[in-house]
C-alpha cells in the first residue's frame, strides 16, 4: 500500500474513527497518488448517509435496503454496486451518528449545491421506499440538510414532494 493511502487512513481514523479510516484511504490515494478517487469518497459517503437514514427509525426495512442498492446498480453498475454493498453492510452494523458532521463537510467541499440537493431527494427516497416516512427519517434528513448547508426552504420543497405522494399512496 502506498504511502498516501497510508497518510489517508491515518488522518481519516483520526479525525472521524473507522469511517474516516476508509473515506481517508480513497482521498489519501487520490491526493498522493494522483488518481481521482473524490468519486469513491462521494459514494461511500452516499452510503453512509444513507444507512444513518435507514436505521434512524430503528428497524432495517429490506424496502429501504434494496431501494439503496438499485440505485447503485442503476448508477454503478452491477460489479461496482455489489462491491460498496459489502462495504455497506458493514455499516449498518456500526453506529455512524458520529460521523454525519465529518461526512457532510467533506461532501461540502467536493460537491456543488446541486449535487447536494440531489442528495437530499435520494435520501427522501430511501425513507419513502418502505411506504412510511417516520418523523426520526425526516429529522436526520433535516439535519445531514443542514450540514450539507441547505436552506429551509429548499429542505421544505423536496420534503413536499414526498410527503404529498405518500398521502396520496395513502401513506
Request: glycine share 8%; charged share 20%.
Amino acid at each position: 500500500m502506498s504511502l498516501g493511502k497510508w497518510v489517508g487512513i491515518g488522518a481519516g481514523w483520526f479525525l472521524a474513527g473507522p469511517i474516516g479510516a476508509i473515506i481517508g484511504y480513497y482521498i489519501g490515494r487520490s491526493f498522493f497518488d494522483g488518481k481521482d478517487d473524490s468519486a469513491k469518497a462521494y459514494e461511500l459517503s452516499l452510503l453512509i448517509l444513507s444507512s444513518l437514514v435507514i436505521k434512524s427509525d430503528g428497524k432495517i426495512v429490506k424496502a429501504e435496503l434494496e431501494y439503496v442498492k438499485k440505485f447503485f446498480v442503476n448508477t454503478f453498475g452491477i460489479q461496482k454496486a455489489n462491491q460498496y454493498f459489502e462495504v455497506f453492510n458493514k455499516l449498518n452494523k456500526q453506529s455512524l451518528s458520529s460521523q454525519l458532521r465529518p461526512v457532510c463537510q467533506q461532501l461540502n467541499s467536493y460537491v456543488n449545491h446541486a449535487s447536494r440537493l440531489q442528495i437530499i431527494h435520494f435520501l427522501f427516497g430511501v425513507s419513502a421506499s418502505d411506504h412510511e416516512i417516520h418523523s426520526s427519517e425526516i429529522d436526520v434528513i433535516k439535519k445531514i440538510a443542514s450540514c450539507l448547508n441547505i436552506n429551509q426552504y429548499d429542505f421544505d420543497s423536496i420534503k413536499s414532494m414526498f410527503l404529498n405522494q405518500a398521502s396520496e399512496d395513502g401513506l
